[in-house]
């Protein structure tokens, strides 16, 4: 199935990445949503921009994140950093009319990587916001309003 199928829970918006609490972070916390999403959340960096992804999937040694397509779409490299490692970027895809990209890289490092979920939101749902805004790693809970706000 094609990565852009399969993100229906991943909500993409400018400078954060949403997730859906339903099996991803059920029943937590928000210091222990905060704690998982710092495993998979990762930091963008290219010449002229930073931004925020997700690790979403591993096969072998090669990783796959999710970001916002205008973090890596001027010409050049670009790297992903987690924690004090910074990796090149091997292959960015676009998705077609979408602000949205897929990024890989290889590490042999084991990292986790979130777990999409495909059941759909409810008006008032918790979902939580993570990412590098300004280079610092943040979390924020907000409500989930409706399709057409998000």
Request: hydrophobic share 35%.
């Amino acid at each position: 199935m094609s990565f852009f199928w399969k993100i229906s829970a991943v909500l993409i918006s400018v400078g954060a990445i949403a997730l859906s609490p339903g099996v991803i972070m059920a029943q937590l916390s928000s210091e222990s949503a905060c704690t998982r999403a710092e495993g998979f959340t990762v930091l963008i960096r290219g010449a002229n921009s930073t931004g925020s992804g997700i690790l979403y999937q591993r096969q072998g040694n090669t990783y796959s994140v999710i970001t916002n397509y205008h973090v890596v779409k001027d010409p050049g490299s670009y790297e992903i950093q987690i924690g004090n490692k910074r990796y090149g970027v091997e292959s960015a895809k676009r998705a077609r009319g979408l602000d949205l990209a897929m990024l890989q890289f290889s590490s042999s490092q084991n990292y986790s990587v979130a777990r999409l979920n495909n059941s759909p939101l409810s008006v008032g749902q918790e979902v939580y916001a993570a990412g590098y805004p300004g280079n610092q790693p943040v979390l924020e809970t907000y409500n989930y309003r409706d399709r057409k706000s998000v």
